[in-house]
């Protein structure tokens, strides 16, 4: 299974910026039969949790420092899972990671996470 994140960059303080992440692979299962998940690393931290999305977008959460200006979203027709983050502050700076985990319940701890994609980096600048 492969997940190939992308759409990071440099942006001010206060812009978005729309990341995407599609899942590949010949022992890739059904794309809706995975929660989806988005994480990130600062340099010197601890990867964190961002968002998760079940299967059908029915639930999704947050992370407390990014609820109301980052959206979780996916398409299961495209295998593709996306996080918009707007209003971007200089603490948002990271590589932001997708992951795929099998199930349906959504999930915050990245150990329960199957796949990883390669990271894209993301830097706000002020």
């Known amino acids: 299974v492969q997940l190939q994140a992308s759409g990071g960059g440099l942006v001010q303080a206060g812009g978005s910026l729309r990341l995407s992440c599609e899942a590949s692979?010949?022992?890739?299962?059904?794309?809706?039969?995975?929660?989806m998940g988005w994480f990130r690393q600062a340099p010197g931290k601890e990867r964190e949790f961002v968002a998760f999305i079940t299967w059908s977008g029915g639930s999704a959460d947050y992370a407390d420092s990014v609820k109301g200006r980052f959206a979780i979203s996916r398409d299961n027709a495209k295998n593709t899972v996306y996080l918009q983050m707007n209003s971007l502050k200089r603490e948002d700076t990271a590589v932001y990671y997708c992951?795929?985990?099998?199930?349906?319940?959504?999930?915050?701890?990245?150990?329960?996470?199957?796949?990883w994609g390669q990271g894209t980096l993301v830097t706000v600048s002020s």
């Open positions: 992951a795929a985990k099998q199930g349906t319940w959504g999930e915050k701890r990245l150990g329960q996470y199957d796949y």
């Open positions: 692979g010949r022992t890739f299962r059904t794309f809706s039969s995975y929660v």
